[in-house]
């Protein structure tokens, strides 16, 4: 099947407006049609008489001869030149009239889209092709026909020994309607002995709404009649029908129709095939429907020969015949992306581009399509949006590069840092704990935090929920320890209402209470075996049951586990199951008690103040004071310094003071030690500023005022020590 040429076809113009003509004509000229003129009817006429011309564009409104009446003329002598009626919005019956006398189309000026007239045009042109093609092809088997009824006539006796070879019932029958002879394939179809199919007339062969159809044809073929091959239902001996056609033909002796011969082809597998063809084709089309991607098909030169409605929909208009690379990305040659070349060597191929049109991104499955005898023809393309996809996967990458930079940022800046998050301290055995925090916040991994009683395990597990990327979720704290054996898969799972006796409502576990956030397991080494068991399930992805509960919950959770004793210890011993500990062992932290961090003590004391102050007026530990609590070995860590602060501040003594200290359960007195007088109807807010003021004054005369001297005797920072020495106006 060729395609239309436009330099090769003639479009004549028939229409009295010659800025009509002219716009029409450029653009036809433009794309290589070879384009007529005449500014009236009869003009048009005299041209269609002397040239040739493959359509005509007529305006029904024009002077001498209207549109109406040299339609009429074209219709009648020129059946083969297509019409495409092009006028001004005038009444609906002209339409009606035109398209009634043989229009091929109806385009109302003014035109605001050449592209639908060319496609008109285009369409028109392919229709008389096809008709011309379609008689050809009758006459070519019209030809056929005749020679192959000549040699039949030539050798009859040759004829019906060649026929019981064929696999399809071939009949003659005289003008009556009785057989004159039916091969062996059609007797065994029908179910006749020869005998009796000598006794019947064709009708008898076809079911009853058929059979005077039948008898009426035969009688016009005999007459000489041309008919068209027919489909009819057929009946055989037994009652049983199956769809035929039936291809006729005259038998002539002398000169003279004498009766018929012909071929009855069964179709019952052809109705069968093309039944299964539509029930997939409706299926497929059901799918494509549905389908919220873009699918279309392409040929090898590039044009689209299928679009899906959703494609159409967002194009805007089917772009069928158009070129892929100019319709969906707006170029003029094809795509650097494109695989046109490995689809027709038969390869399909997968990929991602993005439309330089819209930004947009998408993944297509671009594959061939072959005929029936396995020759690609085309290559299918089905398209998916991925635009999300790719802008979360852009903010991942961003995200993860913000997240480096914070990381090489924040390890930087923990090298002069005395506060990181909640903890506090700068140590060497701190800034490795702040290193490991980091490292822990950025991954969801399991963390086990292991130290004594009271060094701040809690606040490290705080410390990595609120730098990770659960911090928007829960923190939910867990002592292990203080949960009855009885009651730990309760609190843990929790329960439905009426799972045992007591449970008068829903209760939500510790693992439902923080889903998206972070579970904290204090004293992870005093859980029974069962427990783990059940505990492991639920961390591992099996997931966990509420108590009374049927289905299965699968946690979205972040674990930190925290212990002051050896597991590697209790596993050997029996009492942590190895899999658990693997299970909670992936990131471990190790806490430095407060002996071997003594240098931090200082900062603790004064973050301990800065809690006790009320408004913003701290209260002050003498310096002595905190040599004291510098030198002491704190059993009981950081929990213990932040209590005998807090003594301290309220009983003014400390009672945990080295042998070396020069004192011992030392009373404070601001008078005997400032030489000041306590005005005693002063407020006591008063007379905590003026004794603070007194004690920075004598601080910096003792220190030829090195500022940086004197906030380290504060245990304070410089700014915090230039602030007060501010307020407090002290020159």
């Not at 209790?570 to 932290?589: A, C």
Request: net charge neutral; aromatic share 8%; hydrophobic share 40%.
């Amino acid at each position: 099947m060729q395609p239309i040429n436009p330099e090769q076809t003639t479009i004549l113009i028939i229409d009295d407006d010659q800025n009509v003509r002219k716009s029409i004509g450029v653009y036809l000229e433009d794309s290589s049609f070879i384009v007529l003129q005449a500014e009236n009817g009869r003009e048009g006429l005299d041209m269609i008489l002397s040239l040739h011309v493959d359509i005509v564009l007529l305006d029904l409104r024009m002077p001498e001869m209207d549109g109406i009446e040299l339609l009429s003329i074209i219709r009648k002598d020129f059946t083969d030149t297509p019409v495409i009626v092009v006028s001004g919005a005038g009444v609906l019956q002209d339409a009606i009239e035109a398209l009634r006398l043989g229009a091929f189309d109806y385009i109302t000026k003014p035109i605001l889209d050449m592209a639908m007239l060319e496609n008109s045009i285009i369409n028109a042109l392919e229709r008389k092709r096809l008709i011309h093609e379609n008689r050809e092809y009758h006459e070519l088997l019209e030809i056929k026909i005749k020679q192959r009824t000549a040699a039949l006539r030539q050798s009859e006796a040759k004829f019906r020994e060649l026929t019981d070879l064929l696999p399809q019932t071939v009949f003659e029958i005289n003008q009556s309607g009785q057989f004159k002879f039916i091969n062996q394939f059609g007797l065994k179809t029908f179910g006749y002995a020869i005998e009796e199919i000598q006794n019947i007339s064709a009708g008898d062969l076809f079911y009853k709404t058929d059979s005077d159809r039948v008898m009426e044809n035969i009688t016009k073929v005999v007459q000489g009649v041309r008919l068209n091959p027919s489909e009819y239902i057929a009946l055989r001996k037994n009652g049983t029908t199956f769809p035929v056609i039936i291809y006729t033909s005259q038998v002539i002796q002398a000169d003279t129709a004498v009766g018929l011969r012909g071929v009855i082809f069964d179709l019952t597998y052809i109705k069968r095939t093309e039944k299964a063809l539509r029930d997939s084709q409706e299926h497929l089309n059901a799918v494509i429907q549905v389908f919220e991607g873009f699918i279309y098909r392409v040929s090898k030169d590039y044009q689209i020969q299928f679009m899906n409605q959703k494609l159409k929909e967002f194009m805007g208009r089917d772009f069928s015949s158009n070129t892929c690379f100019k319709t969906l990305y707006g170029f003029d040659h094809p795509c650097a992306w494109c695989v046109i070349k490995d689809v027709f060597a038969g390869k399909t191929i997968r990929q991602e581009n993005q439309n330089p049109i819209n930004g947009q991104w998408y993944y297509s499955i671009v594959s061939p399509v072959r005929d029936t005898e396995c020759i690609i023809t085309e290559l299918q393309s089905i398209i998916i949006d991925i635009t999300d996809r790719k802008i979360a996967e852009e903010a991942l990458r961003k995200s993860e590069a913000h997240l480096r930079e914070e990381n090489i940022r924040l390890k930087s800046s923990l090298k002069e840092a005395n506060q990181f998050g909640r903890l506090i301290g700068k140590s060497a055995a701190m800034r490795q704990i702040y290193d490991v925090v980091i490292r822990a916040a950025l991954s969801d991994a399991n963390v086990i935090i292991y130290g004594e009683s009271g060094t701040g395990k809690e606040l490290v597990a705080k410390t990595i929920h609120e730098f990770s990327k659960r911090s928007h979720s829960k923190f939910i704290p867990v002592n292990c320890a203080a949960i009855p054996d009885n009651l730990i898969e309760s609190e843990f799972f929790g329960h439905k209402k009426g799972a045992f006796t007591g449970a008068l409502m829903d209760k939500p576990g510790f693992f439902s209470q923080a889903e998206g956030g972070t579970l904290f397991l204090d004293e992870i080494g005093e859980i029974n075996l069962n427990m783990q068991v059940k505990l492991l399930r639920a961390i591992a992805g099996d997931g966990y049951t509420p108590i009374g509960g049927r289905s299965t919950i699968k946690p979205n959770i972040r674990l930190i586990a925290a212990t002051n004793k050896d597991l590697k210890k209790l596993v050997s011993k029996g009492s942590i199951r190895e899999d658990f500990y693997y299970r909670i062992h992936i990131i471990p932290v190790h806490l430095p008690p407060l002996r071997e961090r003594k240098e931090d003590i200082p900062l603790l004391i004064q973050h301990f103040l800065q809690q006790l102050a009320e408004e913003d007026t701290p209260p002050v530990i003498p310096l002595h004071i905190i040599k004291s609590m510098s030198k002491h070995n704190w059993r009981g860590n950081v929990r213990e310094l932040e209590n005998a602060v807090h003594r301290y501040v309220t009983l003014k003594e400390f009672d945990y003071a080295s042998p070396s200290c020069l004192y011992q359960k030392e009373q404070v007195n601001p008078e005997r030690d400032l030489n000041i007088d306590i005005d005693t109807r002063s407020s006591l807010k008063a007379i905590l500023k003026n004794v603070e003021k007194q004690y920075i004054i004598k601080l910096l005369n003792e220190n030829q005022w090195n500022r940086t001297k004197v906030a380290g005797i504060m245990g304070i920072d410089r700014r915090t020590l230039f602030r007060k020495i501010k307020n407090f106006q002290i020159a």
